[in-house]
Nanobody, 125 residues
């Protein structure tokens, strides 16, 4: 499956953004999807994950209450809604996908084998 992340940009602290991950090439509903981010000089970290049917979700503690993940399998899209953005949310955001036959969510980088190219989010104070 090929993934395309979009929706990044430069915003002010407190603003909102919606990132989208659009898939092509395979049956998207067969894939668990996750969002990760990587700030300059830091490791890529988990942000959010959603199961193939969208019934199970996990949000990292660092963004819980501000970020939400959802998916539309008919549109082959997973969205990451980011509210109340902070300067520390500045990073390149990546979506990733893994074929799965279960309803599991995946939160570790090494569990994913399909990655999008990343979209940059810059939050200024």
């Amino acid at each position: 499956v090929q993934l395309q992340a979009s929706g990044g940009g430069s915003v002010q602290a407190g603003d909102s953004l919606r990132l989208s991950c659009t898939a092509s090439g395979r049956t998207f509903s067969d894939y668990a999807v996750g969002w990760f981010r990587q700030a300059p000089g830091r490791e890529r970290e988990f942000v959010a994950a959603i199961s193939r049917a969208g019934t199970v979700r996990n949000i990292a503690n660092s963004v819980k209450g501000r970020f939400a993940i959802s998916r539309d399998n008919l549109q082959n899209t997973v969205n990451l809604r980011m509210n109340s953005l902070k300067p520390e949310d500045t990073a390149v955001y990546y979506c990733a996908a893994k074929f799965t036959v279960t309803g599991a969510i995946l939160t570790a980088r090494h569990e994913y084998d399909n990655w999008g190219q990343g979209t940059l989010v810059t939050v200024s104070s």
